[in-house]
C-alpha cells in the first residue's frame, strides 16, 4: 500500500515544517528482510540492482537527508 499526503499548513505555530506525509504499506515478513523487502529472491546481486533502483527513483523526488521514517503497526480486526 502507498498513500501521500500532502500537508498544506501547519495547524500549530511549533509544528514541524513538513511537506507531505506518506504511509507505506509491506508484508510483514518482508520488514526484517532485505531479500524479501526488495523481492531479490536470494540473490544478493538483485537485491543491488533493486535498492540501487528504489533509491535513485526516490532521489528525485525526496530530500533523502531530511526524510524521517516511523515504523508503526496496523491492526485489522
Avoid at 536470494?42 to 526524510?67: P, T, W, Y
Wanted: glycine residues 6%.
Amino acid at each position: 500500500a502507498y498513500v501521500r499526503n500532502v500537508v498544506v499548513r501547519a495547524l500549530t505555530p511549533d509544528a514541524p515544517p513538513w511537506l507531505g506525509i506518506v504511509e507505506e504499506g509491506f508484508a510483514a515478513e518482508s520488514v526484517g528482510d532485505p531479500l524479501a523487502w526488495y523481492k531479490a529472491g536470494e540473490s544478493q546481486e538483485k537485491l543491488r540492482e533493486n535498492l540501487g533502483r528504489m533509491i535513485a527513483s526516490c532521489q528525485k523526488f525526496l530530500d533523502l537527508d531530511r526524510v524521517e521514517s516511523h515504523p508503526l503497526s496496523q491492526y485489522l480486526f
